[in-house]
T-cell receptor, first 114, second 117 residues
Framework: GAGVSQSPRYKVAKRGQDVALRCDPI?????LFWYQQALGQGPEFLTYFQNEAQLDKSGLPSDRFFAERPEGSVSTLKIQRTQQEDSAVYLC????????????FGPGTRLTVT | AQKVTQAQTEISVVEKEDVTLDCVYE???????LFWYKQPPSGELVFLIRRNSFDEQNEISGRYSWNFQKSTSSFNFTITASQVVDSAVYFCALSVFSTGNTGKLIFGQGTTLQVKP
């Protein structure tokens, strides 16, 4: 596909479970961002990768959140021991270069923690 | 620190009315970029426009126009002759490339626009 894809689109987890969210960026895009969007709010930055290097993880809310992009392409956001406050839409975006201003967003994964 | 404020939480208009969505931003950087995104009910963020801090020319694209004023740190968005399909949540965003800033987007809280037939 030509765009950013994310899977699963919907995830329901019981409190305490671990979840893994996948992002497939546009092929060849160097930069990859993860954002968290709570209901009724704007997206908030979580972490940034340039190729396989995680250059900014200042937005990760706790050490239960972990992200990786081992081969500089697909990225996985993992949340351990999920809590109700983790319920949100998780958006992935990619951009062509390290200084590219235009980010292309995926459809998001809606996580509901019960 | 950077911040984006969209003071209007919800706006409701009748089709064919003009509507302006306000956006005020804060940054100490002299080089920055401003964006507008549309988020329809399907949830995917749709890019509308990008402006850099050195280009204050207003822009028009069809029924959409943008007014960038550095003096008031504002980047407002006007829809002329609104249509029902314009109903969505609209986000203003800011990004900065400098030491410690990797171009991440800082979003406002969004304005929900409802256009009634």
């Amino acid at each position: 596909g030509a765009g950013v894809s994310q899977s699963p689109r919907y995830k329901v987890a019981k409190r305490g479970q671990d979840v893994a969210l996948r992002c497939d960026p546009i092929s060849g895009h160097v930069s990859l961002f993860w954002y968290q969007q709570a209901l009724g709010q704007g997206p908030e930055f979580l972490t940034y990768f340039q190729n396989e290097a995680q250059l900014d993880k200042s937005g990760l809310p706790s050490d239960r959140f972990f992200a990786e992009r081992p081969e500089g392409s697909v990225s996985t956001l993992k949340i351990q021991r999920t809590q109700q406050e983790d319920s949100a839409v998780y958006l992935c975006a990619s951009s062509l270069g390290a200084q590219s201003t235009e980010q292309y967003f995926g459809p998001g994964t809606r996580l509901t923690v019960t | 620190a950077q911040k984006v404020t969209q003071a209007q939480t919800e706006i409701s208009v009748v089709e064919k009315e003009d509507v302006t969505l306000d956006c005020v931003y804060e940054t100490r950087d002299t080089t920055y970029y401003l964006f507008w995104y549309k988020q329809p009910p399907s949830g995917e963020l749709v890019f509308l426009i990008r402006r850099n801090s050195f280009d204050e020319q207003n822009e028009i694209s069809g029924r959409y126009s943008w007014n960038f004023q550095k003096s008031t740190s504002s980047f407002n968005f006007t829809i002329t002759a609104s249509q029902v399909v314009d109903s969505a949540v609209y986000f203003c965003a800011l990004s900065v490339f400098s030491t410690g800033n990797t171009g991440k987007l800082i979003f406002g809280q969004g304005t929900t626009l409802q256009v009634k037939p």
